[in-house]
């Protein structure tokens, strides 16, 4: 479980997600762009994903207050291009806490093969953030565009590859560290422990990308 002050959490909680409500409310017409007015049934709107979270699991009567739709950054267009090729995909600029907003989903949907997908898409770009830490002159050169699309998640993947290497000049990591988002394993749709698989040693390289 996050603290309280974990900046992460706060900003992934802050991430907007679709959303409609399954009653009409009176006042909420702002969040529709209607002053005054009331919030319709089943008229769509963006909410931020604390708020939207907890009214999809209140209940009023024998439906909750509001039915939550899966966000752009997890629609069929990104999927599908993540299933391509998860390497070219820009997930910054999709979500900068990319998995994390899809752990959260994910804890109220039960998408069992997209869960797979996204465990399939970070082992697949935890091995590319591995040879660009190690490759610095890949890192500054053909590696840049993906390095800057890189989430948050990622990100810190690679300055922990960074750092073992720095301190102990090779990187002796096992994709049991890195084989799924961790938050993401933690939801009820987890499929179990990864395959284990390691990273070769790698001799310190002389200079070090400063990418992260």
């Not at 069929?76 to 820009?90: M, W």
Request: net charge negative; with cysteine; aromatic share 8%.
């Amino acid at each position: 479980m996050s603290s309280y002050y974990d900046i992460d959490a706060i900003l992934t909680d802050a991430q907007k997600v679709p959303c409609s409500f399954n009653f009409d409310v009176p006042g909420l017409g702002y969040l529709d762009g209607n002053a005054g007015g009331d919030m319709k049934k089943s008229m769509p709107v963006s909410l931020p994903l604390w708020l939207s979270e907890s009214l999809a699991i209140e209940r009023l009567g024998s439906a909750p207050a509001l039915e939550l739709d899966l966000p752009a950054s997890l629609s069929p267009r990104v999927l599908n291009a993540l299933k391509a090729d998860a390497r070219v995909v820009d997930l910054r600029a999709l979500a900068t806490h990319f998995y994390a907003l899809a752990a959260r989903i994910f804890n109220l949907f039960e998408e069992e093969e997209i869960v797979d997908l996204l465990s399939e898409t970070f082992k697949k770009r935890a091995a590319e953030i591995a040879d660009h830490a190690h490759n610095a002159r890949g890192a500054m050169g053909e590696g840049v565009e993906f390095l800057r699309g890189l989430d948050e998640m990622e990100r810190q993947c690679g300055a922990n590859v960074l750092s073992c290497i720095e301190s102990a000049g090779t990187a002796d990591i096992l994709y049991q560290q890195y084989s799924a988002p961790p938050m993401i394993a933690q939801s009820p749709c987890e499929r179990g422990p990864v395959n284990k698989r390691s990273i070769a040693r790698y001799k310190k390289p002389r200079k070090m990308p400063k990418v992260w």
